[in-house]
């Protein structure tokens, strides 16, 4: 109680009135006054400032700041406040649990900027242990189309054996992106029956995004990614180049060259 004999608003529901206020104030602001929805981290930036700064200004001397913190050393320390601190210390831990758990929840809504379909592959990339430069890198299978086409069509088999064990779920088993598992990821397998896919693309883009999977996409795939395993670590450099094989072979399109 002030001197003159009225009561004050305490220090710790005062500051957290000048938080609440100035959150509320930026939303007020942006999204009601100027029309455009402020992004989520320009506003945590700007919250951080607002807080560091009422902070800084509550607690200026050491009156101030024990003032401040009054109610909360009451709360801990005054037996007469036991089902009010048990209330608090259940619903804190409870209320940042849920926070935590909203946070890590998916977006399946459509990203605000474009998303590269096929991301501009590195100049080098690693795989199997070596540094593969992309424009060198060639099927070591792809001769034998004009060279033994026998062995080339043994090849292709071999390739739709090791794409049926391992990809048609995703990929589907007539290659149109509707496998089993597909209505479960977002964005969903590529359809490798489009002229937009593999059509457009050189064996060597496509060796590199089989074996690195999603994690070797660039910043540009982002937001959305993609699920594809690494799958380098569970195919063998020779079972990809012949699943390419196949890709091309089943849809009926040819490779693209560098040149």
């Known amino acids: 109680m002030s001197t003159d004999g009225k009561r004050r608003v305490p220090r710790l529901l005062l500051l957290a009135l ?26 945590t930036m700007y919250m951080v400032f607002v807080v560091a700064g009422a902070l800084m200004a509550f607690t200026f001397t050491e009156d101030g700041a024990r003032e401040l913190v009054a109610p909360i050393k009451a709360l801990v320390e005054d037996p007469r406040r036991k089902i009010a601190r048990n209330v608090v210390f259940t619903a804190l831990p409870l209320l ?21 379909i096929h991301p501009a592959p590195p100049a080098r990339f690693k795989a199997f242990g070596k540094s593969h430069e992309l424009q060198k890198l060639e099927n070591p299978y792809r001769k034998f189309e004009k060279e033994d086409p026998a062995k080339f069509r ?23 992106g509707k496998g089993p598992y597909a209505a479960g990821l977002n964005p969903t397998p590529l ?25 070797g996409l660039p910043k540009e795939a982002a937001p ?11 195919l063998t450099e020779d079972e990809i180049w012949k699943v390419i094989l196949f890709l091309y072979d089943y849809t009926g399109r040819a490779p693209r060259s560098w040149e």
């Open 18 to 43: 000048v938080v609440f206020g100035a959150y509320f104030g930026f939303v007020l602001v942006f999204d009601v006054l100027l029309g455009h929805l402020i992004p989520k981290s320009l506003l």
């Open 224 to 234: 959305w990614i993609s699920s594809m395993p690494v799958w380098q670590d569970f």
């Open 96 to 116: 940042a649990g849920y926070y935590a758990y909203a946070s890590l929840q998916p977006s399946y809504e459509a990203p605000v900027e474009l998303r590269s």
């Open 191 to 215: 359809n490798f029956q489009d002229v937009g896919t593999i059509a457009q693309l050189q064996e060597s883009f496509v060796f590199w995004r089989i074996s690195t999977g999603g994690p």
């Open 154 to 176: 043994a090849l292709v088999r071999e390739g739709g054996e090791v794409y049926i064990r391992n990809c048609q779920y995703c990929h589907g088993d007539k290659l149109d």
